[in-house]
C-alpha cells in the first residue's frame, strides 16, 4: 500500500524490519496499527542480515548461562544485565514463533535444526536461513503483516517530524513526495541504524539515523551512540554500500590472511578467528599498518565446494558478482562499518523517556550489546524487545488511557533543492574521524564542521524531501557520535 487510510490509530511503527513487523504482530486484532517503510516494504537492516539468530533451543550442549557469559565478554562487560538476561531466556520462545508463522530455519539430515558457530560464540547455537537468514524473517512476517485486517503497511512513507498533541502524537509524513500528517496514541521508531554516515557501510540506503534524529528533537535520552560496531570482512571493493561476509564464513572455518597469505590472528588474540568482532577488526587495522597494505582475505577453499555452494549460496552469488569463486579463490575483506549498539535509551519495557515514545531494534540502547555486539544477537533483540513494546502498549491501552484525536494542520514543504553534496561531507567527516579508530585532531575539526551542515540544513528554506530529512538525521547521528568521542 503507498498511503494511508485513516488520520488516526491507536500505534504508529517507524520501519518495517524485523522490529517493526514482529512488533505490529504482537498486538491484538482490535488495535489498530500503522507501519511506515521509508521505501519498499522489504528494504531494510533485517533483509540483509546473513548469519542467523542466536538462541538456545535445547540444552543438549549448551545453556542459557553459556549465551549470557559469550554475550557480556563480546560487551566488555559493559551490557545491561537485566536485559541480556531477557534477550537469552525470552529469545527462544519468539524464535519458535517465528516458526510457526512458517520461517524455514535449515536442518540437518537428521531432521533437527541445523546451528552454526560464529565469533565470541562458544557453543554452535544459531540457527539460519542458508545465508540469507534476515531476508527470509522479513519475507515471512510481511506476508503475516499482510493477512491482519488491523495492521497497515504505507510504502514510500518519510516520517519527517514527529510533534507531541494531546495523548499521543502527530506525524508528520511525505507519501510518494506528498505531504500528509497522521495521529497516533502510541509510537514505535523501529528505523534501523546509522551506517549511511559512512563512506563504507554494509548498511541499505534506509540507514539514515532517522528515528534517533526523531527522538532527539522530541527531546528522548540518545545513549553511547559512539558504540558503532565495524564488522572485520566485508567484501573489499569500491562501492558504497560494501557486501557483507558472514561471520559465520569464519565460524565454519575460513582463514583470515594478510596481504603475505599468512593467517595473522594469533599476534592479537588467541581466539584467533572466533574472537568478537571489534578485536579482529582492530587486529586487521593494526596488521595493516604493521605490513603497510590494506589487503586482506578470508580462504575457506579448503572446504568441498558442493558444501560451501549448498551453505553459502548468496555469499557465493556475490562473490561471483565479482569475478571470485569461493570454492577457489581467496576472497578479498577489509572492515567497514555493520552496527550501532547505542541508540535511543529504553528500559525494559521499550520505552524511551518520552512518555507514549517506544523504541526497538537497532535504533534502540536496550543496553543488551554494551560496547560490542555478539554475532546473531541482533534480530533475537529485535524479536524480544519488539513485542516487550507492544506488550506495554497493549497493557496501557487496556488501562483505558486516552487516545489521541485529530486535528486540522497544514504545512509547508516547498523551498529550494538541497546541494547535492551534504550527505557525501558527512561521510567523509565520519570515514576520517572515527573509523575503528577514532582520530583526536579530526573528531575536534569534525565536530565544528558537522555543526555548520547542521546550520545550514536548518536555516535554510530547502524543501521538505526525503532526501533532505534523511541529510539531517545524517548530520545529527554524526555529530552526536563525535561529542561522545571528544568527551571520552
Known amino acids: 500500500m503507498n498511503g494511508t487510510k485513516k488520520e488516526v490509530y491507536d500505534v504508529l511503527i517507524v520501519g518495517s524490519g524485523v522490529a517493526g513487523c514482529y512488533g505490529a504482530l504482537c498486538y491484538p486484532e482490535d488495535v489498530s496499527v500503522l507501519i511506515l517503510s521509508k521505501y519498499e516494504k522489504s528494504s531494510s537492516n533485517s533483509s540483509l542480515a546473513q548469519g542467523g539468530v542466536a538462541a538456545v533451543l535445547d540444552f543438549e550442549d549448551d545453556s542459557y548461562e553459556l549465551h549470557i557469559e559469550d554475550t557480556l565478554i563480546a560487551g566488555h562487560h559493559a551490557n545491561n544485565v537485566e536485559t541480556v538476561d531477557a534477550l537469552v531466556h525470552e529469545g527462544p520462545e519468539d524464535v519458535r514463533k517465528m516458526i510457526s508463522y512458517g520461517v524455514e530455519f535449515d536442518k540437518d539430515e537428521n531432521g533437527k535444526l541445523d546451528k552454526t558457530m560464529e565469533g565470541g560464540h562458544c557453543r554452535r547455537r544459531i540457527v539460519h536461513h542458508e545465508d540469507t537468514t534476515g531476508a527470509e524473517l522479513v519475507r515471512v512476517l510481511l506476508r503475516q503483516v499482510d493477512a491482519r485486517p488491523n495492521i497497515e503497511l504505507s510504502e514510500n512513507t518519510t516520517l519527517c517530524s514527529l510533534s507531541r498533541v494531546n495523548s499521543g502524537f502527530r506525524a508528520d ?263 575503528v579508530f577514532a582520530d583526536e585532531g579530526a573528531v575536534r575539526v569534525g565536530i565544528e564542521q558537522l555543526k555548520n551542515i547542521i546550520k545550514r540544513l536548518r536555516g535554510s528554506k530547502y524543501a521538505v524531501t526525503t532526501d533532505y530529512c534523511e541529510a539531517l538525521s545524517m548530520a545529527n547521528a554524526a555529530y552526536i557520535i563525535l561529542r561522545e568521542v571528544e568527551e571520552k
Open 173 to 435: 509524513l511525505l507519501i510518494g513526495g506528498e505531504a500528509h500528517s497522521v495521529f497516533c496514541s502510541y509510537c514505535v521508531l523501529a528505523t534501523g541504524g546509522i551506517g549511511r554516515i559512512y563512506r563504507y557501510t554494509t548498511n541499505p540506503k534506509t540507514a539514515t539515523g532517522d528515528g534517533i534524529r526523531v527522538a532527539y528533537e522530541l527531546g528522548a535520552s540518545i545513549k553511547e551512540l559512539s558504540y558503532v560496531q565495524f564488522h572485520p570482512t566485508a567484501f573489499n571493493s569500491d562501492d558504497g554500500e560494501q557486501f557483507l561476509i558472514s561471520e559465520s564464513v569464519r565460524g565454519e572455518g575460513a582463514y583470515l590472511l594478510n596481504c603475505n597469505k599468512e593467517r595473522f590472528m594469533h599476534r592479537y588474540d588467541e581466539r584467533l578467528e572466533l574472537a568478537p568482532r571489534d578485536v579482529v577488526s582492530k587486529a586487521i587495522i593494526l596488521e595493516s599498518r604493521r605490513t603497510g597494505s590494506d589487503r586482506f582475505y578470508l580462504d575457506i577453499t579448503y572446504k568441498p565446494a558442493d558444501y560451501l555452494l549448498k551453505r553459502f549460496p548468496g555469499i557465493a552469488e556475490g562473490c561471483r558478482k565479482y569475478g571470485v569463486d569461493i570454492t577457489k579463490d581467496l576472497i578479498p575483506v577489509f572492515p567497514c562499518q555493520h552496527y550501532l549498539m547505542g541508540g535511543i535509551e529504553v528500559d525494559m519495557d521499550s520505552r524511551t523517556t518520552v512518555p507514549r515514545l517506544y523504541a526497538a531494534g537497532e535504533c534502540a540502547n536496550t543496553g543488551v550489546h554494551g560496547k560490542n555486539r555478539l554475532a546473531s544477537n541482533s534480530l533475537l533483540e529485535a524479536l524480544v524487545f519488539s513485542r516487550h513494546a507492544a506488550e506495554d502498549i497493549t497493557r496501557c491501552i487496556r488501562a483505558g488511557f486516552p487516545k489521541a484525536t485529530a486535528h486540522p494542520f497544514t504545512r509547508d514543504i516547498s523551498g529550494a533543492p538541497m546541494p547535492g553534496n551534504i550527505k557525501n561531507e558527512i561521510r567523509s567527516i565520519m570515514q576520517r574521524a572515527y573509523f
